[in-house]
């Protein structure tokens, strides 16, 4: 699932293929949006919220998108032909006399009032890019129930927005604790949050996620960019511990997330282990 940064790396793109301009194609294919059209409308901006879209028209409306698990955005200059995937997942075409954008697998686009965006967004918690950025009420949120395992707390969005599951993993293992360890006996939260919005705020500007440092992400051939996210059964890069995975649950039933752990690294409970 795309984080905080690649949304806001997302709408950066679209912003500067679409923004200023008049929309001369507006295709939303789906059931409730069939019968909207946007063309003759000038596109204001596109700005991301955690891991929401918003790209704001001319007469005050908001297309609201997001991405989810395989949903992307593709622009295409004017004429050439897209190659995002097949047409049928083809949820939204924007375009302009020059920059066409294209909405693949899109599992959510609503129309709204530019006026109405907190009906969609107004649940997020601070975003870390954001100019509404708050470490204090983000933490404040974060230790609200200090019984709820961290890694749960750290994918509610109603807390910290665009932290997802690469983050959590990794933000727990800089942390060294466990994604079960209960939040409130985390020894320095305040650490954990400057840690997530040091780590967005520098990933937004690179093309490949990175949260080790050089010393030693090239201790590992190839180099390893990340600690522990999608390593299970290899070497700890700080102590060589194998790596594990269990699932931690995101408070809903089919919305588990793969945690990765270092026993050798990482303090607190794991799974059948209290």
Same mark, same amino acid.
């Given at each position: 699932?795309?984080?905080?940064?690649?949304?806001w790396q997302a709408a950066r793109r679209l912003?500067?293929?679409?923004?200023?301009?008049?929309?001369?194609?507006?295709?939303?294919?789906?059931?409730?949006?069939?019968t909207a059209d946007l063309r003759g409308r000038s596109v204001l901006d596109v700005t991301p919220r955690g891991k929401h879209l918003l790209t704001?028209?001319?007469?005050? +409306?908001?297309?609201?998108?997001?991405?989810?698990m395989d949903g992307a955005w593709k622009i295409y200059p004017a004429g050439q032909r897209w190659t995002g995937g097949p047409a049928h997942q083809i949820r939204a075409v924007l375009g302009t006399g020059e920059r066409t954008a294209v909405g693949y697998r899109l599992p959510v686009l609503d129309l709204l009032r530019?006026?109405?965006?907190?009906?969609v967004v107004g649940h997020l918690g601070p975003d870390p890019l954001g100019p509404d950025w708050?470490?204090?009420?983000?933490?404040?949120? +974060?230790?609200a129930d200090p019984a709820r395992p961290l890694g749960a707390a750290l994918l509610d969005q109603r807390n910290l927005a665009g932290i997802g599951n690469v983050y959590m993993v990794e933000l727990?293992?800089?942390?060294?604790?466990?994604?079960w360890l209960p939040a409130g006996d985390l020894a320095d939260p305040e650490g954990l949050v400057a840690t997530g919005e040091r780590?967005?705020?520098?990933?937004r500007e690179r093309p490949v996620r990175t949260t080790t440092p050089p010393a030693v992400r090239d201790r590992a051939r190839p180099p390893q960019r990340l600690y522990?996210?999608?390593?299970?059964?290899?070497?700890?890069?700080?102590?060589?511990?194998?790596?594990?995975?269990?699932?931690?649950s995101h408070g809903e039933p089919g919305r588990e997330r793969p945690a990765y752990w270092c026993p050798g690294c990482q303090r607190g409970p794991t799974p059948g282990r209290s």
């Open positions: 699932m795309p984080e905080g940064d690649t949304v912003d500067t293929a679409l923004a200023g301009q008049v929309l001369v194609t507006s295709d939303l294919r789906t059931p409730r949006l069939a704001r028209v001319e007469g005050g +409306l908001t297309l609201h998108s997001h991405l989810r530019t006026a109405d965006e907190q009906r708050d470490a204090r009420e983000a933490l404040r949120r +974060l230790l727990c293992f800089l942390s060294r604790v466990t994604p780590l967005l705020a520098a990933n522990l996210y999608g390593r299970a059964g290899r070497p700890c890069l700080v102590c060589g511990t194998p790596v594990r995975v269990a699932s931690v």
